[in-house]
């Protein structure tokens, strides 16, 4: 019986996880429920879908406060909402804000991982008061690696989601908001080409080029929505 072994082993969740190179069991170690569903972090104020999203006219809607928040059908759809704020210890005034939205492909790799294929309407704008353009809106088609998942249940918030960077750094816990995703439709919700990508902006602003992939793993700062 394999089963006392297993739950006497230290959890998995806040170990270095990019060392498991081998592949993923799916023990009630990895993940005490399915992915499938939404998942919010910190105050909840951030949820994927209609609320957070408007594809069609890449607008916005503000949440109350930053976090971030990914969403998962059972037949292979995501979708991720972020509204991330990244402080400067050296100058305060120059809080870089994101707001980020996208959706596409996952795959749960063999290997522990997770890949994520945008569809390419993905979209995202950036607040840099201390940059040469200081508000601006872009194109946002990252393929996105997470290196290790886990799901564990906390004894007041329930079903907890832990996903693992690129880089093995890990993204503040997401608490399980519904087992049924609330989604835009799983499909381009824009047309995208060369011409009406604003991928060009990111040469006059190269901050915002090195901000783009690390303010979405700092920590949650709640602060006023961005105008
Ligand atoms: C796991 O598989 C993904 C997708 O093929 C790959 O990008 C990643 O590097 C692999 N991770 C490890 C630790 O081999
Ligand atoms: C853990 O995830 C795997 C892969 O999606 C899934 O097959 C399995 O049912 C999940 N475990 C539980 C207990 O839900
Ligand atoms: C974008 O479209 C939505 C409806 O889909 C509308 O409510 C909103 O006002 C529009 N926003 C802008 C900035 O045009
Ligand atoms: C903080 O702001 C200063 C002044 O604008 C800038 O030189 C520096 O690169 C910023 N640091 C970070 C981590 O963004
Ligand atoms: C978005 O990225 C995906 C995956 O790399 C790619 O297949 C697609 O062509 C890209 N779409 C656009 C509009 O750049
Ligand atoms: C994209 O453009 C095509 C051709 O103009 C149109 O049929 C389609 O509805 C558009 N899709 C979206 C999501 O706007």
Redesign the pocket.
């Known amino acids: 019986m394999m089963m006392p072994v297993l739950l006497s082993l230290p959890l998995l969740v806040f170990l270095p996880l990019p060392v498991l190179a081998q592949d993923i069991q799916y023990t009630l170690q990895h993940n005490v429920t399915t992915i499938y569903g939404t998942w919010s972090s910190g105050s909840q104020n951030v949820v994927t879908g209609a609320g957070f999203a408007q594809p069609a006219n890449m607008s916005f809607i503000y949440p109350k406060t930053t976090g971030m928040s990914y969403s998962f059908t059972s037949d292979g759809y995501y979708e991720i909402a972020r509204y991330r704020m990244?402080g400067?210890?050296?100058?305060p005034n120059?809080i870089?804000g994101v707001m980020n939205w996208c959706h596409g492909t996952y795959e749960l790799v063999s290997n522990g991982s997770i890949t994520m294929t945008p569809f390419g309407d993905g979209y995202q704008q950036i607040q840099d008061p201390?940059a040469a353009i200081s508000n601006f809106m872009e194109t946002y088609n990252d393929t996105e690696l997470y290196v290790q998942w886990s799901i564990y249940q906390d004894p007041t918030l329930g079903y907890m989601l832990q996903l693992y960077q690129f880089d093995g750094s890990p993204l503040p816990p997401m608490a399980q908001l519904s087992t049924s995703p609330n989604m835009l439709p799983t499909q381009a919700l824009r047309n995208v080409s060369a011409a009406t990508s604003v991928l060009g902006q990111r040469s006059c602003d190269l901050?915002s080029v090195?901000?783009e992939a690390p303010v979405l793993g700092v920590g949650l700062l709640t602060l006023n929505p961005l105008q």
């Open positions: 990244n400067n210890g050296t100058s120059c870089t201390c901050r090195d901000i």
